[in-house]
């Protein structure tokens, strides 16, 4: 149905003469199309990018979950943690939102053959793209103001809630059966409790707030364990139970220690436990590099660019002062006046070989101590320098980001708008695999290069490019290949291109037809296939397939004077003609001709220096004379099927009295 009201849409396009092949389109018409096709990529944008924004948040929200569960948070404190971090993720969900949606918009043209008919109207794929290429840059101006202004302070007060949450003490939940240990100074065992009533049975509690050695004990029947309302402190009432503890005393000597032992009916014990949520100052994290937008950035860099210039050459001068300490004994004036025949000079090595064994241990040990002080020191000073460094790399790598994930908004247009065309699947099936693969790519050439950029392993603005380096040409050949009309994704290809390296057989499928305009000429198809059936004689006798195949006949032969080939020709032509037969019987046996892959037995590679460079590569070389040996024993086979069908036909023919 969709198919015959596209045709009948571009009947009525070229009848009309709206849209012409010239490309003289009239305003009007351009714009509606501008405006269906931005309507219908934005519906979609804005679903795919609350989900992408819904998945980040999820994987952030993974990170911090062992922080946030048990402490008893409120509703307030958890919708600040959710909103500023949707805030801050905005920048890293935009562009996977942007590949997701172009993906499915035109694998829905694509599918619904609304590009088809665009294209038929004389439009390209880039005109198409035009309108939403321009919507794809104010996002990408909107990513980069969000990544400067907004995002920067939003990470700060996200930082600063997550901060007080780990700060927060934990929400008090005593399992049944084991220790609890949360409290400080305190391990808390419940062999039973009552959910509903709160109620605790067969309670002991090891006090062990005034240390180790000076351990209580405590148990006691049933107890309950209640909060103040301030939540500062938490009170354990305690039933019928004993306390046991140590006495101190100053007399280490004694191997008896006395203890106290006392048995109560009800016991209160007050602890200081703060349960409740606190905003702590976490002013700090404004000195972070994540936190500044591109102008305190710049002013943090030219920062730290002198102030680890000074440190250096500071460093510098201390290392080279402790690494050799000694100063000459004269200066150059007081060398003018020194008599040089009264000079004299000392042979170090004969002193310490004159000296004792005592005096040359002492010594060498002193002196492999100065060594080790001073590499201690080379040690401590190199470990600031590089936290310097990769601290001023930090920011580096912080400015260049927010143009980065800007343009990676236009760059992910460009990779999912020409794939989309290309595979011509809507929906979240194929859109979906597509979009992880290529997010999954781009977050590990970004990742690796953040990281080599940060140890100062690469130049900064080559650790921060890598990425887009590599999409960007993606995003480019994918363009101009789906504006072709390229089957760089067609799956037939592929799969063409399998068969053939691997020496895939292909199966013949030839049916009777219900319809048959012209009936073969069964006299003139008989002398062909006598033939072909001499020519695959001939072949197979005269051409030693049986035999390993030689370096010159693989890599060397020329395609022309493939007889084999121009037999599989033949063989083709008579099949097509035959199969027009209303015998039953010859139809069945067409089927029992082979798929011929005659040029098999020679090197796939067509061009010359091709086949030599193969030579040269040892192990590529030995998989084609492996392929061509394998496709010679194919060859011999097929030929002796040729051979046997082509008897057969031409009996069936003898008999139904065809001839």
């Not at 040029?599 to 998989?623: A, C, E, Q, R, T």
């Amino acid at each position: 149905m969709k198919s015959w009201t596209t045709f009948v849409a571009i009947k009525l396009i070229f009848n009309k003469k709206v849209l012409k092949v010239s490309m003289r389109i009239p305003d009007f018409n351009i714009k509606k199309l501008d405006i269906f096709i931005i309507k219908s990529f934005t519906q979609l944008l804005l679903g795919t990018f609350f989900i992408c924004l819904f998945i980040f948040i999820m994987q952030f929200l993974w990170r911090w979950v062992d922080e946030l569960v048990g402490k008893g948070l409120d509703f307030e404190v958890l919708a600040q943690f959710f909103y500023l971090s949707s805030l801050m993720l905005v920048g890293q969900a935009l562009p996977l939102a942007i590949l997701l949606a172009a993906l499915m918009t035109f694998g829905n043209f694509g599918e619904r053959l609304e590009l088809l008919a665009m294209k038929a109207a004389g439009i390209p794929l880039v005109r198409i793209m035009v309108p939403l290429v321009f919507e794809c840059i104010i996002l990408a101006g909107f990513s980069f103001y969000f990544q400067n202004n907004i995002a920067p302070k939003a990470q700060v007060k996200l930082y600063t809630v997550l901060y007080s949450i780990k700060q927060t003490s934990p929400e008090v939940e005593i399992p049944e059966g084991a220790f609890y240990d949360q409290i400080e100074g305190y391990n808390l065992f419940v062999k039973k409790k009552n959910k509903e009533t709160g109620m605790l049975y067969n309670v002991m509690i090891y006090d062990l707030s005034a240390g180790f050695e000076n351990t209580r004990i405590l148990i006691a029947d049933s107890g309950r364990i209640d909060t103040t309302d301030d939540h500062k402190y938490m009170m354990i009432t305690l039933m019928s139970g004993e306390l046991f503890e140590n006495l101190k005393t100053e007399d280490i000597r004694r191997q008896n220690h006395p203890y106290r032992r006392e048995t109560y009916t009800k016991k209160v014990i007050a602890v200081d436990f703060d349960g409740g949520f606190n905003m702590q100052d976490a002013s700090f994290l404004n000195s972070q590099a994540a936190s500044k937008n591109m102008g305190q950035l710049s002013h943090s860099i030219d920062s730290l660019v002198q102030y680890n210039d000074s440190v250096g050459r500071s460093n510098w001068k201390a290392v080279m002062k402790s690494a050799y300490p000694l100063k000459p004994v004269f200066t150059k004036e007081d060398s003018m006046h020194i008599d040089k025949d009264k000079l004299y000079t000392i042979n170090i090595d004969s002193i310490f070989k004159s000296a004792s064994k005592s005096d040359k241990q002492r010594w060498i040990k002193s002196e492999l101590n100065k060594v080790q002080q001073i590499k201690t020191d080379f040690e401590i000073k190199k470990n600031i320098m590089r936290s310097l460094d990769k601290d001023l790399n930090n920011h580096k790598l912080m400015w260049w980001d927010k143009i980065i994930l800007a343009l990676a908004c236009i760059i992910f247009f460009f990779i999912g708008a020409p794939m989309g065309a290309i595979v011509r699947k809507g929906g979240l099936g194929y859109p979906v695999l597509i979009s992880v693969a290529t997010f999954v790519l781009y977050y590990v050439f970004n990742t690796s290069g953040y990281k080599m950029a940060r140890e100062g392993e690469w130049y900064v603005w080559v650790g921060s490019w890598l990425s887009t380096m590599i999409l960007a040409p993606i995003g480019i050949v994918l363009t101009l290949q789906s504006n072709r009309d390229s089957t760089i994704m067609n799956t037939d290809a592929y799969k063409a291109f399998f068969r053939k390296l691997f020496g895939i057989r292909e199966e013949r499928h030839v049916t009777l037809k219900e319809v048959v305009i012209d009936d073969p000429d069964y006299r003139k198809d008989a002398d062909i296939l006598d033939n072909i059936l001499d020519k695959a004689v001939k072949i197979k006798d005269n051409s030693n397939l049986k035999h390993c195949p030689t370096i010159k006949s693989v890599f060397f032969s020329k395609y022309n004077e493939n007889r084999a080939k121009e037999l599989s020709e033949q063989l083709e032509s008579v099949v097509e003609e035959l199969g027009n037969s209303r015998n039953k019987k010859i139809i069945g046996s067409l089927n029992a001709f082979p798929i011929m892959a005659a040029d098999g037995i020679y090197s796939p590679l067509k061009k010359h220096w091709l086949n030599i460079l193969s030579l040269i590569l040892f192990p590529v070389g030995i998989m084609i004379y492996l392929r061509s040996w394998i496709y010679r024993f194919r060859l011999l086979k097929d030929l002796i099927k040729v051979e046997r069908t082509s008897r057969l036909i031409l009996e069936i023919m003898i008999k139904e009295n065809l001839l």
